[in-house]
């Protein structure tokens, strides 16, 4: 079966910055992060095509996250800059056979997540 893994997660100074990665393991695909805070709901935050042709964004990080990858690797990472204490989460990788979403009952594969926190 498919697992993917996280990691690169941490405490950081606002403003600061943290990349995650996600290690894959076998065949490439679609891949996105999405972010979890105590006691509310799962939130999209950006996914990638199986190309890294496209990619897609939520506002609320939209210019200060990167979403990119490295199929050689068979790795996706997440480069945060101007952190908030608003982005403290725990951060899921997710991977899927078909094009990229921004829904996360689309994808089949799951990380266990890791946890960034923001100090203020």
């Known amino acids: 079966q498919v697992q993917l893994v996280e990691s690169g997660g941490g405490l950081v100074q606002a403003g600061g910055s943290l990349r995650l990665s996600c290690a894959a393991s076998?065949?490439?695909?679609?891949m996105g992060w999405f972010r979890q805070a105590p006691g509310k709901e799962r939130e999209f935050v950006a996914t990638?095509?199986?190309?890294?042709?496209?990619?897609l964004y939520a506002d609320s990080v939209k210019g200060r996250f990167t979403i990119y990858r490295d199929n050689a690797k068979n790795t996706v990472y997440l480069q945060m800059d101007s952190l908030k204490p608003e982005d403290t989460a725990v951060y899921y990788c997710?991977?899927?056979?078909?094009?990229?979403?921004?829904?996360?009952?689309?994808?089949?594969?799951w990380g266990q997540g890791t946890q960034v926190t923001v100090s203020s």
């Open positions: 997710a991977g899927r056979r078909g094009d990229y979403s921004d829904s996360a009952p689309a994808y089949e594969y």
């Open positions: 990638i095509s199986w190309s890294a042709l496209r990619s």
């Open positions: 076998g065949r490439t695909f679609s």
